[in-house]
């Protein structure tokens, strides 16, 4: 074996870009990559995790550390220190960690404490918005690892913006000379790979639906914010919307007793493959997700992001993306006057974003 990564997933959208790089290695164990799989179980409701690993056919995790809930810093220490153990224990050659969670962010720490190598994948992105836990968790884990795969042109320039360059080819990387590579986007290579084996179907009547989610923490535990969203999604009758319920989210609308017309369908948090079958045949999409924002680009329907900022700035910018924040005014027009872009950018790579990573690290 040339090396051995271990890698920490833990939420959601993790397994989403966990599921290609890992049966990339698995596919190819001619590379030489070993990956040792650590679940922390900051999602942990089977909708809301074992699902993916069973549709997607992602190994077993090798560890699942069950530390899911809680405030942001005591899931996050005691990620921190299960990590550490784990670490210490099994001493791979370099962590990896995906996007910006507190999943991340625990990975990211433990390994840097202990001089392991941290590979970021989905590095570089910025909302501008330091108030999102997201925002903390990506700036620290880019600036503490030593590999960085960016998904845009867009996230390299941000980099470049803090002092953080590629030390070229002829420099081995380190945490202070970084590796910073342009690998596409692996939640794109997820869809693409994934659309090709899905089979699920929708009823009928939800085609042609808004598909809506909301779980962000700028929108859910500011009830302002959250009352407006769902006033505005009331006022628009003449709509159907489908509406996967985060957990997060399914708790503060009971608690705050915020309900929806009929014209809204709330239904629990559905697997990956019935999301893409939702994606492909809906409207359009209403979400304040990194991660849906992308898919509706990918099936090719406009999306409107209740959020201020977007790191996906590539999509505003080409009309695929409207943002609206929680302006009720402003969700109501952007739905009314729902438009479709006529060009199609190639904008998060080829879909080859696995196979970039393993020749880089290998390289
Ligand atoms: C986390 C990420 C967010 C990402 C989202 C993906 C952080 C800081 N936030 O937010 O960036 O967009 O995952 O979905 O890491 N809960 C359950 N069952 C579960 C999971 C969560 O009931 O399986 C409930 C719990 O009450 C929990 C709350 O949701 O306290 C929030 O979960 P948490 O993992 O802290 O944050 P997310 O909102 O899921
Ligand atoms: N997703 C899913 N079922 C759902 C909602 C989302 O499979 O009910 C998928 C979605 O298709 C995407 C990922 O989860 O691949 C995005 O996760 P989420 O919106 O929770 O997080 P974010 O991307 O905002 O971090």
Redesign the pocket.
Known sequence: MKMNILTVIG???QFVKAAVLSRYLRDNPNRGIKEILVHTG????AN??DVFFKEMDIPQPDVNLHL???S?GK?TGAMLSGIEDLLIEKKPDALLVYG????TLAGTLAASKLLIPVIHVEAGLRSFMMSM??EQ?RRVTDHLSTFLFCPTDTAVKNLRAEGIVDCGKDVRPSADQKCVCMAGDIMYEASLYYRAHNTVIIPDSDRGCILLTI???ENTDDIQRLSSIVNAINELTEERFVFPV???TR?ILFKNGLSFGSHVKLIDPIGYFEMLTYEQNCKCILTD??GVQKEAFFFEKPCITMRDTTEWVELVENGWNTLTGADPKKIIHAVRNICKPVNVPLLYGAGDCAELIVNRLLK
């Open positions: 939420a959601r959208p900051q999602h942990y409701d809301m995790s899911g809930s809680g942001h899931m910006d969670t507190n999943s836990p997201e968790n779980h962000r923490q985060h957990p997060r708790k997700s990194g």
